[in-house]
């Protein structure tokens, strides 16, 4: 689904994006990360720092607001060693790329899944990405890894919100389906994993891949209550904790795998035998 088309009379301050994260679950002290279509909302007095100051208002005292600032999109000429951390501009909209140029704050290095925040964990969010702990990706061992932006906002059960747009979107799916990928080649013997993993998509080189469907998913949370709903201006806001969404979403992947899955992925995982 498309970004929601805004309306440009309705009119959005500081104390609304307040009021309409607190009704979402923002609480003292909160992480919050979003996604986002600025012109969903209508027109923004302020600009993007409306936002930003209003989040940090519904998340105060001690919080902290959140964008993926993703700069790779999968040109061929986006090598790695391209990447400048200050510099390098996020392609995923406005109101990232606002963030992650604003003076007050903290972007994690890495070239494919940066994480841009501002606030009192901003630091602590975005340090150190893919320092240890890795876990599986098309792009590379490190963007989800346990020390990184992506699975501290699960550790800390952040805020997971959603402005204007569905959870398409939702760049957290990778850490789940990478997750999944882990808990299948731990039954394999250890001096056989890295071969189970060179069928699978990694290093930028597509092949098979546990990709489903977020929207799908979506529907799922929200019918059981875990995804919150309100309005930002014109826009639909949606939200979630991490830890449920990451919990409840690996658990249905698990438990209906025929449901969710290609059959190219299902054949690796019965494919895993020959391995053990």
Not at 66 to 79: D, F, N, R
Not at 97 to 110: F, G, K, Q, V
Request: hydrophobic share 40%; net charge positive; aromatic share 10%.
């Amino acid at each position: 689904m498309e970004p929601e088309k805004g309306d440009s009379a309705v009119h959005v301050g500081k104390e609304q994006v307040r009021a309409s994260f607190r009704a979402v679950g923002a609480v003292p002290g909160d992480t919050v990360i979003f996604h986002s279509s600025f012109k969903s909302m209508g027109t923004v007095d302020g600009g993007p720092t409306t936002i930003f100051d209003g989040v940090l208002a519904a998340s105060g005292p001690g919080g902290t607001v959140a964008a993926p600032s993703l700069w790779y999109s999968g040109k061929p000429e986006e090598t790695p060693d391209l990447f400048n951390v200050k510099t390098s501009p996020t392609y995923v909209g406005a109101l990232a790329e606002a963030l992650r140029t604003d003076h007050r704050s903290y972007r994690s290095n890495h070239w494919s899944h940066a994480v841009a925040a501002i606030g009192a964990r901003a630091r602590e969010l975005t340090a150190r990405h893919g320092a240890g702990g890795e876990r599986p990706s098309p792009w590379s061992e490190t963007a989800f890894a346990r020390v990184s932006p992506w699975w501290r906002l699960y550790e800390w059960n952040a805020l997971y919100a959603f402005i204007g747009v569905t959870m398409r979107f939702c760049t957290m799916k990778h850490a789940i389906e990478g997750q999944l990928v882990m808990e299948h080649l731990a039954t394999v013997p250890a001096a056989r994993r890295a071969e189970a993993r060179a069928a699978l998509s990694m290093d930028r080189v597509h092949r098979i891949w546990p990709f489903y469907s977020s929207e799908a998913m979506q529907e799922e949370l929200a019918a059981e209550g875990l995804l919150l709903q309100t309005r930002l201006g014109s826009a639909t806001l949606r939200a979630i904790r991490t830890r449920p969404l990451v919990d409840v979403t690996l658990a249905k992947l698990q438990s209906e795998p025929l449901r969710w899955f290609q059959p190219a992925f299902l054949d690796w995982v019965a494919g895993l035998e020959k391995y053990r």
